[in-house]
Structures are given as structure tokens and as C-alpha cells.
């Protein structure tokens, strides 16, 4: 006999003799293996279900950026209304500069609605030049943009008996 058969009828005569320790041997081992699986099963669905719950989040906390800052443009809105009536552009800048820094919008520019030139803006070097993007000069509404991960609020500064102004609040998502 060799001595590779002398190591297995040995293993077997151990089996023969220890048959309930073996049974329960293989048992663990199995239930040690599918133990493992369901972990890593479980830690998989957590995983997806964390992404998910993390989206959501991020989707509400931006809506409700959102809302804060239309809700302040309008409030704003109507400071600037009273400061271009009183032809008051030193305190209007000031207003714009601190409505920035308060708020969280990135950019703040105030355009003429009859030549569409920027009258003041929160980034200097857009003032003085005509206003680039698109927009609906006529609308007397709020409006609320969104260009990718951008958010425009623009809304329109009213006078007595006319549009003195169109305040445009920009967002930019990090």
C-alpha cells in the first residue's frame, strides 16, 4: 500500500468512527458558507438602498434651495423696485452684494428691459455690457430655469405704470 492510500483509509476509518462529528463538520461548513452569502447579499441591498436614500436627499435639500432662493428673489425684488425708483444705484449695489453673500445665489444681475443692458451685477465685468442668454424680456411672471445643473430665477421689477427692470438670480451646482 502506498501512502497515499494509507492517509485515506484513515480519513475514511475517521469518518467510519466520527460519524455525527462529521455530519456536523459539513453542517457548519454549510452554514458558515450560506451565512456569507446573505451578508454579502444584505450588505449589496444596503448599498443600494444608502444610493438611493443619499438621491433623495440631495433631490429634496436642492428643491428646497430652490424655493428659499425664489422666495428671497422676490423679497429682493421688491428693495430693488424701491432703490431704481429713488435712482439709488450706490445702495442697490450694496443691497446686490449683500444678497449674494446671504443667500447662496452665484451670480445676481439686474437688466434694462428696453436695451437689454446689464445695469448692475454681482460679477462687475457683465455690467455696462448687453445681457447674453436667453430670455423672455415680456414675461411679468417668476420664472424658474433650470440649464443642466443651473438654476436662473428671473423675475421682473415693476414700476408704476411699467417693467423698470428684470432681476435674474443664478445657482450653479457644485
Do not use: C
Not at 452569502?37 to 434651495?65: C, G, H, R, T, W
Not at 449695489?93 to 439686474?110: C, H, I, M, R, Y
Not at 455690457?129 to 433650470?146: M, P, Q
Amino acid at each position: 500500500m502506498s501512502a497515499d492510500e494509507k492517509i485515506s483509509n484513515k480519513f475514511v476509518a475517521f469518518l467510519k468512527n466520527n460519524i455525527i462529528s462529521s455530519f456536523l463538520a459539513i453542517i457548519l461548513v454549510a452554514v458558515v458558507i450560506w451565512f456569507s452569502v446573505k451578508i454579502s447579499i444584505n450588505e449589496s441591498n444596503f448599498e443600494n438602498e444608502k444610493s438611493q436614500l443619499i438621491a433623495v436627499y440631495e433631490s429634496k435639500i436642492d428643491s428646497l434651495q430652490i424655493k428659499h432662493l425664489e422666495f428671497a428673489t422676490e423679497v429682493f425684488s421688491w428693495s430693488v423696485r424701491s432703490e431704481l425708483l429713488r435712482n439709488n444705484t450706490e445702495n442697490l449695489s450694496q443691497l446686490l452684494t449683500v444678497f449674494v453673500k446671504e443667500s447662496g445665489a452665484d451670480l445676481v444681475q439686474l437688466i434694462n428691459p428696453e436695451d437689454k443692458m446689464v445695469l448692475l451685477s454681482s460679477d462687475k465685468k457683465f455690467e455696462g455690457n448687453t445681457y447674453s442668454g436667453n430670455l423672455d424680456f415680456e414675461s411679468d411672471n417668476l420664472i424658474v430655469s433650470k440649464e443642466g445643473g443651473d438654476v436662473k430665477i428671473i423675475t421682473s421689477v415693476m414700476g408704476f405704470n411699467n417693467k423698470i427692470g428684470v432681476l435674474i438670480v443664478e445657482l450653479k451646482k457644485k
